[in-house]
């Protein structure tokens, strides 16, 4: 069942990154069109607070992804001289308290939301976009990183639980500088 759980949480991250990478693209396309049109002396204007917007929705977003491929980075000093147990309580220990920072941010970015929805804020730019345009797909990024990281720690510790160390070490264990040259 684990294994299952991994796989699943896997192909939606993969889609995930498919769609955030697609959002990247369009933005780099539209910095590059303005660019283009400031040459001659043109321009869309907010192209700077637009591309802020995009790559703070892509981080909460691409987090999810990167947790599931190892993305993250880890201090590995202890985990490395123990045994396949201990390096599998490590890892649990580390997911652990990854999930609940993650948690904790999901859970705080409510009250940016909330604040500029009863405020109907806006950015105090020329575009004047409405905040919680932007905000909304940028919590929904934490809560669905929260998601996975709970989801993980879960499949990870049913593992453990199972006595499977190198599938609890291929879900979240680190690749160390020794795996990463091969």
Known sequence: MAHSMLNTLRK????V?????ILLLLCAAFVLADIVLRQVGASFGGTDEI?????AIATSWGMGFALLELGHVRIDLLRSRVGARGRALFDLLSM???SVTITLIAVRCWPVLERSL????????PLETPLALVQAPWMAGWIWFAAMAWLTFIAALMLVAQKDYAASEAA???F???EAAL
């Open 118 to 125: 009863t405020n109907s804020s806006r950015a105090n730019t």
């Open 51 to 55: 591309s802020g917007y995009v790559m």
């Open 96 to 98: 652990l308290v990854l």
């Open 172 to 174: 979240i264990g680190t």
């Open 176 to 178: 160390g500088e020794e």
């Open 12 to 15: 939606l991250n993969h889609w």
């Open 17 to 21: 990154a498919i769609l955030v990478g």
